[in-house]
Structures are given as C-alpha cells and as structure tokens.
C-alpha cells in the first residue's frame, strides 16, 4: 500500500511526459508533412523548439506549435525559424499566446506588404505602441485587423498607424471598435463625391501629388491641423463632418 501511495504520483507524472513527448513527436511529424522537412533538418527545428523552451518562459511544445503556426501561414522554414525569437518576445511582452503572436506578426507583414525579416519591426511597433498607451497588444491586434489593409493603401506604415490607435486608446478608442473608427476616417476622407472633393479644395489640401500619388498622411492631417486652426467653430464642425463622416469625426476630432 505504501508503494503504491508513492507510485502513483510518478506514474501519473512519467505519463505526461510521455504525452508531451508524444504531442512535440506529433507535431514534428505534422511539420514533415506539411513542409517536407526530413532528417537532420527536422531534428535541427525539434532542438531550436527545446532550446527556445529552456530559455524562455515557453515549454519546447509551445515554441513548436508557435512553428508550425509560421509556417501554416505560409513563411518558409527558414523564415519561420528566423521569426521564432519575435513571436516569442511579442508572447511574453504582451501576454499573449505564442499562436495568437505568430499570427499577429504573419498578419500584419502581409497586411503592410513587409518581409519575414522585418518581423522585428513589427514587434518593435507593437510593443512600443502599447507600451505608451492604455491599450493591451491583443487590443493593438483586434485594431489592426480591422484598419491594416486601408492603412497601408493609405500610405500608412505600421508605426503610423499604431501610432494613431495608440492616440485612439488615450481617448477610450480601443480594440477593434479604434480599427474600425480609423477605417473609416481614412474611406471617408478619399470618396469621390462632390462634397468632400469641394470641402479638400475650400481648405487648400491636396490629398494626391502631381504624380496622383497619395501624399503622406502626416503631412496631410498637420496641414489641416494649421487650416482649421484658423476657422470658426462651425465651420470647424461642418469640415469634420464632410471630410470624416457621422461615425469617423470621433477620430477625427482626437
């Protein structure tokens, strides 16, 4: 009986090492299939995933499922194992799931047309942006999700445009809720309708250069920033609203 009373914790503990060995064993042969990654190339993929979990606040199967995540998403085997050490570093600064963190960073590389290598930039901005602001890094993800692809057909970089929705999350504009109020602005801002073309034209901004290329968005907003200085409240008003819409003049007046 006491044996048995010692025992059994051991055997319950030896079990979920087998488990786990069989799981991070699962998921190697998951990753073969899906890259064609054999041999000593999958073996140096299973020590980088037990290593990085030695070294970091992740177990070896997290690091590998945040793997396979990568390159899922389609980045190379090379690309992915070059990504792991800022999808890591994005997990643990904003206490984020290691998978949740891959596909943040796989998303906006791909939103903002940016290569694997630039990976870092985008953990840099993320990081930084909720650092300065009261927004979490899933609330910065929820935001870009929404706003990503007209931002960047915008002209806008990733740090632009965590640097607008950190402004947002100041003004309680956060989540997906600061995306869509951004999107928004940015859509109402470049309708082809006569009335926000008259209203861009009363103010004396252009928002193409000579080339019909959109000018830079900075510029744009500082250049209406010194116009509207200068006008009374109600025309103040009546521009926002033309320029931004009912829903984007929140952001708009921020």
Not at 138 to 162: E, K, R, Y
Not at 194 to 206: K, P
């Amino acid at each position: 009986a006491q044996m048995t009373a010692f025992s059994a914790p051991l055997g319950i503990a030896m079990g979920a090492a087998v488990n786990t060995f069989m799981d991070f064993d699962a998921t190697l042969t998951e990753i073969s299939a899906r890259t064609g990654t054999v041999g000593a190339d999958l073996e140096m993929i299973g020590d980088t995933a037990k290593q990085m979990g030695a070294d970091t606040v992740f177990s070896s199967q997290q690091v590998l499922d945040a793997f396979l995540d990568l390159t899922t998403s389609g980045e190379s085997v090379t690309n992915a194992l070059e990504m792991l050490d800022e999808v890591t570093d994005l997990a643990a600064a904003g206490n984020i799931e290691l998978g949740q963190s891959a596909d943040l960073v796989t998303d906006i590389l791909a939103m903002f047309q940016m290569e694997a290598d630039q990976s870092r930039e985008v953990v840099d901005s993320l990081v930084k942006a909720a650092g300065s602001s009261s927004a979490s890094v899933d609330q910065f993800g929820q935001a870009i999700a929404n706003v990503g692809p007209v931002a960047a057909q915008m002209g806008l970089d990733v740090d632009d445009t965590n640097a607008i929705l950190a402004l947002f999350a100041e003004n309680s504009l956060k989540g997906s809720e600061a995306g869509t109020q951004l999107k928004s602005m940015l859509l109402n801002m470049v309708r082809p309708v006569d009335g926000v073309q008259a209203q861009w034209e009363a103010l004396g901004i252009s928002l193409y250069d000579a080339q019909g290329d959109m000018r830079d968005i900075n510029t744009i907003f500082e250049e209406m920033n010194t116009v509207m200085a200068d006008l009374p409240a109600k025309e103040q008003n009546e521009a926002m609203q033309t320029l931004f819409g009912s829903y984007g003049i929140i952001g708009g007046q921020i």
